[in-house]
């Protein structure tokens, strides 16, 4: 069956970093626009990254730009979101997607990782 299962998740220090992946299976990764989403307690999802099909193209939201970066590596089916200086308002479970656009929702969705930046 289709899985998408993200890991990495937790409890770091406001300036820290921390790395999140997401391993797919069960269908074709490469063909795939993959998507890092993210939600607040109490706001709505939010859309962080988002990288093309064959790695070479990557987009973020403003909020994130320049601290962020997602990756992936097809041999192993899976996307990675890199963190660094983290901020309280980081705070939230991330959630990894799987799109056949650049521009539509994803198929396929992970359960979500929480990452909690405090200190």
């Known amino acids: 069956q289709v899985q998408l299962v993200e890991s990495g998740g937790g409890l770091v220090q406001p300036g820290g970093s921390l790395r999140l992946s997401c391993a797919a299976s069960?269908?074709?990764?490469?063909?795939?626009?993959m998507k890092w989403y993210r939600q607040a307690p109490g706001k709505e999802r939010e859309l962080v990254a988002r990288?093309?099909?064959?790695?070479?193209?990557?987009n973020y939201a403003d909020s994130v730009k320049d601290r962020f970066t997602i990756s992936r590596d097809n041999a192993k089916s899976t996307v990675y979101l890199g963190m660094n200086s983290l901020k309280p308002e980081d705070t939230a479970v991330y959630y990894c997607?799987?799109?056949?656009?650049?521009?539509?929702?994803?198929?396929?969705w992970g359960q979500g990782t929480q990452v909690t930046v405090s200190s």
């Open positions: 990288i093309t099909k064959d790695g070479g193209s990557t």
């Open positions: 069960g269908f074709t990764f490469s063909n795939y626009v």
């Open positions: 997607s799987a799109a056949s656009s650049w521009v539509v929702r994803g198929k396929y």
